[in-house]
């Protein structure tokens, strides 16, 4: 079973900073891509980063320049370090990790429970 922790949400007003995290544990053979979506009310889930397992990374239009995805593989952790933060910022985000659990034969895509992130002006 493959789980996936995140933390580092919380209320920040506009310009500022937050650092989120998520932490995959469980039965884990092989973690591929990593990355972070983010659904405000009302709308569709998007992409916001991703990180593949040799590091190469890509971001939405919206928060380039702004926000940073990175991996610790001996972790099995994904950060997003998000600056200069604005009120459409507003959203739970979403880790999500693709793996390849212990005793599985194909890699699946697997969620977080999400953490809120609200930015106020």
């Known amino acids: 079973q493959v789980q996936l922790v995140e933390s580092g949400g919380g209320l920040v007003q506009a310009g500022g900073s937050l650092r989120l995290s998520c932490a995959v544990s469980g039965s884990i053979f092989s973690l591929n891509a990593m990355g972070w979506y983010r659904q405000a009310p009302g709308k569709q889930r998007e992409l916001v980063a991703a990180?593949?397992?040799?590091?190469?990374?890509n971001y939405a239009d919206s928060v380039k320049g702004r926000f940073t995805i990175s991996r610790d593989n001996a972790k099995n952790t994904v950060y997003l370090q998000m600056s200069s933060l604005k009120p459409e910022d507003t959203a739970v985000y979403y880790c999500?990790?693709?793996?390849?659990?212990?005793?599985?034969?194909?890699?699946?895509?697997?969620w977080g429970q999400g953490t809120q992130v609200t930015v106020s002006s």
């Open positions: 990180i593949s397992s040799g590091g190469s990374t």
């Open positions: 999500n990790a693709r793996a390849l659990a212990s005793g599985s034969s194909w890699y699946s895509n697997y």
